[in-house]
């Protein structure tokens, strides 16, 4: 994915269009596509639910709904803002609209029958059959996403001990150690490829580690949920009969509601699951997570398949789940009103970040900054230690090169000496 977005992007378009970019992309690579746009003189058409990016890039947002497409002249934020403006005046609009209606409809009832208003009676029928209505598109079900009661852990959830993780002796990292506590957030963050899906595989049991351990709390009861949980679902089963079979404390009036809230309504909770695309079956493997009594989540990229509205919605119920929370997400906006702690994985390490997503933002490119001038200063002294090596090796050489100067200039004097002292011998005979 990141090979194809590269190779589009690096081919001089005049226009590019991307349909959610950001998915699979890590912070780094996200703001490297975000410098290059930014800085791209053509055109760019963008399907995206990353509220972030669009903020940032966008400067014109295309909404299709109800069978048309309205063009907003701003970024996300002011969409958002401008379509709540729009959808007040259309109902102001239609309440004088229907107001002056019903005034309309009385006076012709009232005088339909009296010859002196005759012509005003016909002159407010027509005037009634040329009115276009003002009609407002009905607005979504409002649905709710909701955990149930989850029970009360110990206070250390899971203490991580010298933790290693190595495939066919290649490793990924080593040494990490750090405790989660109860009814924190945590966000997961790094590179892609850094170990962030191994890390939390390896908290959740789901493999073993090569080294170290992994300790689980007091009453710890945990819900995992991946990219490859939709592998766990019955694929002769419905949708509805999957939720149904699921052990829970809901009622079939929230299943269904969850169901919803999931994108999945009607008879489509009908379908079999084997039909299902990829991100409706990561839909209702997520769906199934949120009916367990868990006191522990671990989420891999779970809004990857959700629309804004979805992820809203379940953005608010992770902020009232009592227990604790360790996310691996990419998504900066759901992050960022989420979580109240960051880990990084960096070089097989771990950085430890209180505070949000755009605190961890903030703090990284300090200590990269820090990390930057030291490597250079260092890189200066290196520099400075080679050019002292290089103007002694020259001096050496010159010294060099004038000791055989004097040399070849004394053995001239000295064979000139010798003949010399050759001839007085024979002269001297």
């Given amino acids: 994915m990141r090979i194809i977005l590269a190779s589009i992007l690096l081919s001089s378009p005049d226009i590019v269009l991307l349909d959610e970019p950001t998915n699979h992309l890590d912070t780094e690579s996200l703001e490297w596509l975000e410098g290059w746009l930014l800085n791209f003189s053509g055109t760019i058409i963008v399907i995206s639910h990353d509220r972030y990016f669009m903020d940032k890039l966008m400067?014109?947002?295309?909404?299709?709904?109800?069978?048309?497409?309205?063009?907003?002249?701003?970024?996300?934020?002011?969409?958002?803002k401008e379509k709540e403006k729009r959808h007040e005046l259309l109902q102001k609009e239609a309440k004088n609209q229907q107001e002056k209606i019903t005034k309309t409809e009385a006076f012709i009832e009232r005088f339909r029958y009296k010859n002196t208003k005759a012509a005003q009676v016909q002159s407010r029928i027509k005037m009634l059959e040329k009115i276009q209505i003002v009609k407002i598109d009905k607005a979504p079900k409002k649905a709710a996403i909701y955990f149930p009661k989850c029970p009360r852990s110990g206070d250390k959830v899971v203490s991580v001990e010298n933790l290693a993780k190595e495939y066919e002796e290649i490793p990924v990292f080593s040494g990490l150690n750090f405790t989660l506590h109860r009814s924190e957030r945590i966000a997961l963050v790094g590179v892609n490829g850094a170990g962030k899906s191994t890390l939390s595989r390896l908290i959740s049991k789901r493999e073993r580690p090569t080294a170290g351990k992994v300790h689980l709390g007091h009453k710890v009861n945990l819900a995992f949920f991946s990219q490859e949980s939709f592998e766990n679902l019955n694929y002769n089963n419905s949708i509805w009969e999957e939720i149904s079979a699921e052990s829970s404390s809901m009622t079939t009036g929230e299943r269904r509601n969850l169901l919803g809230a999931f994108l999945f309504s009607g008879d489509a909770i009908y379908k079999p699951i084997r039909v299902l695309s990829g991100?409706?079956?990561?839909?209702?493997?997520?769906?199934?997570?949120?009916?367990?009594?868990?006191?522990?989540?671990?989420?891999?990229?779970?809004?990857?398949?959700?629309?804004?509205?979805?992820?809203?919605?379940?953005?608010?119920?992770?902020?009232?789940y009592s227990g604790t929370i360790l996310i691996v997400s990419h998504d900066r906006f759901f992050l960022d009103n989420l979580i109240t702690r960051v880990i990084e994985i960096r070089d097989g390490k771990i950085y430890d970040y209180?505070?949000?997503?755009?605190?961890?933002?903030?703090?990284?490119?300090?200590?990269?900054?820090?990390?930057?001038?030291?490597?250079?200063?260092?890189?200066r002294v290196e520099q400075s230690k080679l050019r002292i090596k290089t103007l002694n090796k020259l001096k050496k050489q010159k010294e060099a090169e004038e000791r055989n100067r004097i040399y070849r200039q004394n053995k001239d004097i000295l064979d000139k000496l010798k003949s010399i002292e050759e001839e007085i011998k024979i002269l001297e005979k």
């Avoid at 400067?59 to 958002?80: D, M, P, R, V």
């Avoid at 199934?288 to 989540?297: A, P, R, T």
């Avoid at 703090?363 to 990390?371: S, V």
């Fill in 354 to 379: 209180p505070g949000n997503y755009s605190y961890f933002i903030e703090k990284r490119a300090q200590l990269l900054a820090e990390i930057n001038n030291s490597n250079l200063s260092a890189k």
């Fill in 279 to 320: 991100g409706e079956k990561s839909r209702l493997a997520l769906a199934k997570i949120l009916m367990q009594e868990s006191n522990f989540l671990i989420l891999d990229e779970p809004t990857n398949h959700l629309d804004i509205i979805t992820k809203e919605l379940f953005q608010r119920a992770l902020l009232k």
């Fill in 59 to 80: 400067t014109q947002i295309a909404e299709l709904a109800h069978q048309k497409l309205t063009i907003y002249q701003g970024n996300f934020s002011y969409y958002l």
